[in-house]
């Protein structure tokens, strides 16, 4: 009968299945301005509560290791693993992008799921007011250009740590686990569920009873976070991968019950 269901398949399902998520930033004003990163509509709780895993990732990036960064403008070193080295500390002038500083580098986190969200907002902001293109727009060419693109890739690493779904999906990739965003899912038993949400959500006939879907749903959400941060830190990938296709059909469903209420 399930079978059948499903290949009855509705904008609704499909929009599910397909989603792509779309995140828009604004740019920053002279009045320091910090760009938005919330999507449009209403999202499951940014910070999982943290559980004190304590886990120290497998970090593959060459900053670990003492090596020395010189700024271009007074010739300054400092050494990598010991702060990211966005602005020369010595004469202030912003560095060129550093590609092997990773994101959770860059606000002073531990690699893990986990994290505080507070920590990360106040790092957040103290990089853009010193990334700010009104602090910088006396200086030559090339430091505007360095600051425009380290805002943007402050602003990346960001978003992208305060999503649940994306900071999972970066930690794998920082691990070397391939995660496929457009992957065709064949398990059975989560597009069964999907199928019976989407019906339950049709069948709602008020806001009261979509909020209850919702809360569902939301709980749903959180106990794939915490099975993801479980197998993160056994290093059990397939199971984080399996977590992670959980937490993004549970993340579209919500936003399309947002669009109904």
Known sequence: MWMKKLRRSTPFLQRLLLGRREIVISSSNTQFDFPSISPNVEQFPQFIPSRKLNFLGRTLFSSEAAQKNSCWNCCNGVSSNTTPFLVCTACGCV????????YFQIFGLEKK?????ENLERKYKDWQRKLHPDLVHTK???EREYAA???ARVIDAYRTLTDPLSRAIYLLKLEGVHVDEEEKINDVELLTEMLEIRETVEEADD???LKQIQGQIQGKFEQSSISFADAFQSRKYEEALAAIRRLTYYKRANEEIVKKL
């Open 95 to 102: 560095q060129p992008v550093d590609q092997s500083v990773d």
């Open 113 to 117: 799921y986990e994290i505080e969200g």
């Open 140 to 142: 030559s060419q090339k």
């Open 149 to 151: 693109e380290q805002s």
């Open 207 to 209: 806001s009261q009873a």
